[in-house]
């Protein structure tokens, strides 16, 4: 195989800057486009010169296509991958790969059933923000043990700012039924999906959720969570899509320093010694060390993530690359998404692995008992490129 033959499902405010993404990648085919819209189904093929079809089945039996991305309103990501895999194709799913718990394992289940008759197919999941430079060496040094033991890391993400227009643009956005949640599952799956990169998956987990706090919308907009680690680490994780000016920050605290990002600079205040040695060792009550302070200044995060992720995941399926983030690497986030929502409507510390039917029973309840009407108004497609 020379090429990917690579179909798009999902036309909208993603999907179709994927289309344009693969047309400009010499080792992808852009074969089909799919949408339950017939209209955006014909006007993405009409530009991009590709095949239109209005229905995943029937894109899969026929269009002749080696991989999907799926690119679909959050709930339809686990039924499209699932018929995607038992047909041998390889899949790059939109975050989050799946609502909940239970729906991203049965995606795994897929795959790994895929992966017994064609063991080289690729599952890969859009978290390109792990492209990112700096983010990319906040890896390096954690990874590569430069702060030492972990003690702390909190982030406070709140420029995720989002107008009540935003909401009102599509009738699935911010229900419960639609997309199945809200800044959690919507806007902060990179945030979480790179928290978890870092320091890995909690060990408990208690938050605060304020729902349709600061917007006419029946699911959370804003959160205040607190984790746990089986090694002592605690994190603390803040975002709403509520406040402007919104902060950026990541601050996490070692034992041989600390390193803070915000605005574009990455800080590493470098202890002399460990601060754990320090403690047992000095005679004064009040004592401080002094850090070397090293700063690197990274430039602002451009487009072309999402490129890098499609070129990744084509190169996986033609040679055998690594991909950015495996599929798989998915249910990460979403069971730490799940367990802050959990914890808050439930008044609880919740521990993780997380009890998959526990939160699909709360969430099909939410579903079911939701009295919301939605004000939705006619928008044109979203520049997403505003967004990160």
């Known amino acids: 195989m020379n090429k990917l033959k690579i179909a798009v499902i999902g036309i909208g405010n993603m999907g179709g800057p994927h289309c344009r993404d693969i047309k400009t990648l010499p080792r992808c085919e852009l074969t089909a486009v799919c949408d339950t819209n017939r209209e955006k189904a014909d006007k993405a093929a009409a530009e991009f010169g590709c095949q239109a079809y209005y229905d995943h089945r029937s894109l899969i039996a026929k269009a002749g296509i080696n991989a999907v991305i799926i690119s679909t309103p959050h709930y339809d990501h686990t039924v499209i991958s699932i018929d995607a895999f038992k047909a041998g194709l390889h899949v790059l799913s939109e975050k989050p790969v799946a609502v909940h718990v239970n729906d991203a394992q049965k995606m795994?289940?897929?795959?790994?059933?895929?992966?017994?008759?064609?063991?080289?197919?690729?599952?890969?999941?859009?978290?390109?923000?792990?492209?990112?430079?700096?983010w990319k060496k906040i890896k390096s040094m954690v990874s590569g043990g430069e702060l030492g033991k972990i003690v702390r890391a909190t982030w406070i993400i709140t420029d995720w700012f989002r107008s009540q227009?935003?909401?009102?643009?599509?009738?699935?956005?911010?229900?419960?039924?639609?997309?199945?949640?809200?800044?959690?599952?919507?806007?902060?799956?990179?945030?979480?999906?790179?928290?978890?990169?870092?320091?890995?998956?909690?060990?408990?987990?208690?938050?605060?959720?304020?729902?349709?706090?600061?917007?006419?919308?029946?699911?959370?907009?804003?959160?205040?969570?607190?984790?746990?680690?089986?090694?002592?680490?605690?994190?603390?994780?803040?975002?709403?899509?509520?406040?402007?000016?919104?902060?950026?920050?990541?601050?996490?605290?070692?034992?041989?320093?600390?390193?803070?990002y915000e605005d574009c600079k990455l800080t590493f205040y470098k202890n002399p010694e460990s601060m754990f040695a320090y403690c047992r060792k000095t005679e004064d009550s009040f004592g401080r060390m002094k850090p070397e302070?090293?700063?690197?200044?990274?430039?602002?995060?451009?487009?072309?993530?999402?490129?890098?992720?499609?070129?990744?995941?084509?190169?996986?399926?033609?040679?055998?690359?690594?991909?950015?983030?495996?599929?798989?690497?998915?249910?990460?986030?979403?069971?730490?998404?799940?367990?802050?929502?959990?914890?808050?409507?439930?008044?609880?510390?919740?521990?993780?692995?997380?009890?998959?039917?526990?939160?699909?029973?709360?969430?099909?309840?939410?579903?079911?008992?939701?009295?919301?009407?939605?004000?939705?108004?006619?928008?044109?497609?979203?520049?997403?490129?505003?967004?990160f």
């Open 108 to 134: 795994i289940r897929a795959f790994k059933n895929a992966q017994k008759k064609k063991p080289d197919i690729q599952f890969a999941a859009m978290f390109q923000q792990r492209t990112f430079e700096h």
């Open 165 to 260: 227009r935003y909401y009102d643009s599509g009738g699935w956005r911010a229900t419960w039924s639609g997309e199945g949640g809200g800044v959690l599952i919507n806007q902060c799956p990179h945030n979480i999906d790179l928290f978890q990169w870092f320091f890995g998956v909690p060990d408990k987990i208690r938050a605060f959720a304020g729902i349709g706090k600061y917007h006419n919308i029946e699911v959370e907009d804003e959160v205040n969570a607190y984790f746990e680690y089986k090694n002592g680490m605690t994190g603390q994780f803040i975002t709403t899509t509520a406040e402007l000016p919104g902060t950026n920050r990541l601050e996490i605290a070692g034992e041989n320093g600390k390193l803070v």
């Open 293 to 387: 302070k090293n700063e690197t200044i990274f430039e602002p995060a451009a487009g072309g993530a999402h490129k890098k992720v499609i070129s990744a995941f084509t190169d996986a399926v033609l040679e055998g690359s690594p991909l950015i983030a495996h599929g798989s690497e998915g249910i990460n986030s979403v069971a730490m998404a799940n367990a802050m929502l959990l914890s808050s409507f439930k008044n609880k510390t919740v521990d993780l692995p997380l009890d998959g039917d526990e939160y699909e029973i709360l969430l099909g309840k939410l579903t079911a008992k939701s009295k919301f009407k939605k004000n939705t108004v006619k928008a044109d497609s979203i520049d997403m490129s505003k967004s």
